[in-house]
């Protein structure tokens, strides 16, 4: 049964302290109890809280204190160091020191700086200034500065840069210059050559030089174009620049005038003049038989040269030498190698079937009709390395060019009717016979090598017998005759080429009532025909 007494004052009920223990709130608020009772029980030996947890409380306090102690670190070294990195700007401030571009970093009471330094401003300098500042609540201990120095960018000044050129008519000024003033001085100088002058193409930069002397380089420069006057020279090319002397080239008149401004202009141009020297100016023609040699030549060496390549190729008495010797120096240097080429190249023209060459002191050409393809070869192939004696070949071999069917068919049958007399000798036939001699093979062999040179035109070969026999031996005869000599063409020529036809003793060119006649009368006849 549940203890029904009334609690004794300053106890607690049972009831009571079951809803303490259960962690009601309310019985807090309402029941009438002090801590003593509740730390007694209820007056029967009962501990509601019990000693254990009595034990808890007095461990917790000691622990809850060194979290509160390390809070409170932690928020004053956060604060110290907010203070130094907001007050730093205004210390350098007050010191006369721009904070721009620069930032802080603050570990406790040291002081890191990082950015770019003010100009005119070095790091000790912000170092002494933020460690030596007592006006805010926390003193800087040590600032370390690692800000870079501001890169500050060199004045931009004007370069002397100015070339005068001429070709002896007008002169042209380009470039730039510092000021006006060095304009107007070139410009005047120019003029007092009394040539026309075109300076548009100068420019005035209008800021300092970057010339440790630039009027003293302005000066130089219109002195030595004030030297030149109009008629004296021929062509110029001056240039100055910050540093240095003028330099180029001055082509004077001649030597007279070149020895007047070499003292005036210095080393560092350069003065020429024209001098008078010989030009290698050939030419030379070949017309298959005879060789001329025209043009001028150095010396009586050089014209022997060509008269012997050419003497070499068409004989002594085939070779017309009307070569001019000019005594004077070579304009050009290498001028007996470039007649050696010449040379070589007039030692191929037997290989040819015309020729004309022409050479200079720079180029040789030649163009001709080469017999074969090996002497349009060896030609070309000469005249190309003529590039070794600085020479430029140009001109081309060429083949001829082969004729049309009508002109092979007429130059063909020129060719045969030719070897028709060594034919009707020798390509003769035994009594009854179709057989070839030796004699008559080497005949035909000229045949076919005239058939070879003119490939478009056909050829009839007519075989004839004497008036000996009946009229169809003699037929059948002529045709194994010219069947005969066909058949041998053939094994060299096309044979499509040939037509073989026997005209037994229809077509006699000789008395058959003598035995010279009918020997005469046994042959074969060759016609060229553009088909059959």
Excluded: C
Aim: proline share 4%; glycine share 10%; no cysteine.
């Amino acid at each position: 049964m549940a203890d029904s007494r009334p609690p004794k004052p300053g106890r607690l009920s049972s009831d009571t302290l079951a809803r303490a223990r259960s962690g009601d709130v309310e019985v807090f608020e309402t029941a009438n109890w002090s801590r003593s009772a509740l730390m007694r029980g209820n007056g029967r030996g009962k501990e509601p809280l019990g000693k254990t947890n009595w034990a808890v409380w007095w461990w917790l306090a000691p622990l809850l204190f060194i979290a509160f102690a390390i809070g409170a670190l932690f928020w004053g070294v956060n604060r110290i160091q907010n203070s130094l990195e907001s007050s730093a700007a205004g210390i350098l401030e007050n010191a006369g020191i721009s904070a721009e571009g620069l930032e802080f970093d603050a570990s406790y009471r040291d002081l890191e700086v990082t950015g770019e330094l003010p100009a005119g401003v070095s790091a000790e300098q912000i170092e002494e200034a933020l460690e030596s500042d007592d006006s805010s609540s926390f003193d800087v201990r040590n600032a370390t500065v690692v800000a870079a120095a501001a890169v500050v960018a060199a004045p931009e000044l004007a370069a002397i840069d100015v070339s005068a050129t001429s070709d002896g008519e007008a002169i042209t000024l380009i470039g730039t210059v510092p000021s006006q003033e060095h304009a107007d001085e070139l410009i005047a100088a120019a003029e007092s050559t009394g040539l026309p002058v075109d300076s548009t193409g100068l420019t005035v930069a209008g800021i300092d030089a970057s010339s440790d002397d630039p009027d003293g380089q302005i000066e130089s420069y219109s002195a030595l174009l004030g030297s030149l006057t109009a008629g004296s020279f021929t062509a110029a090319n001056l240039a100055i620049g910050d540093s240095g002397p003028v330099t180029g080239e001055i082509t004077a008149v001649d030597e007279g005038v070149a020895g007047e401004l070499r003292p005036v202009v210095g080393s560092d141009v350069d003065v020429t003049a024209p001098a008078t020297l010989g030009a290698i100016d050939t030419s030379v023609n070949f017309d298959g038989e005879r060789i001329v040699l025209d043009g001028t030549v150095l010396s009586q060496e050089q014209s022997n040269t060509l008269e012997t390549a050419a003497t070499e190729v068409v004989g002594a008495g085939n070779v017309v030498n009307n070569l001019a010797i000019s005594g004077l120096d070579e304009a050009v240097a290498g001028a007996d190698d470039r007649v050696a080429a010449l040379a070589a190249s007039i030692s191929t023209f037997d290989g040819l079937q015309s020729a004309d060459a022409t050479m200079n002191d720079t180029d040789l050409t030649i163009n001709g009709v080469a017999s074969d393809e090996a002497g349009q070869l060896l030609t070309s192939d000469t005249t190309a390395a003529a590039e070794d004696a600085g020479l430029r070949p140009g001109g081309a071999i060429t083949l001829p060019e082969a004729p049309g069917l009508a002109e092979q068919i007429d130059l063909l049958q020129q060719e045969l009717d030719a070897l028709q007399e060594e034919i009707r000798e020798n390509v003769v036939f035994d009594t009854n016979t179709a057989d070839l001699t030796p004699t008559a093979i080497g005949t035909l062999d000229k045949v076919v090598a005239a058939m070879q040179r003119y490939p478009l035109p056909v050829v009839e070969v007519g075989g004839h017998t004497d008036s000996r026999g009946a009229d169809d031996l003699n037929l059948a005869l002529s045709q194994a005759r010219a069947d005969s000599v066909s058949a041998y063409l053939g094994q060299t020529v096309e044979p499509a080429r040939l037509s073989a036809n026997g005209f037994g003793e229809t077509q006699p060119i000789a008395d058959n009532t003598t035995e010279e006649g009918q020997q005469e009368n046994r042959r074969v006849e060759f016609i060229a025909k553009e088909s059959f």
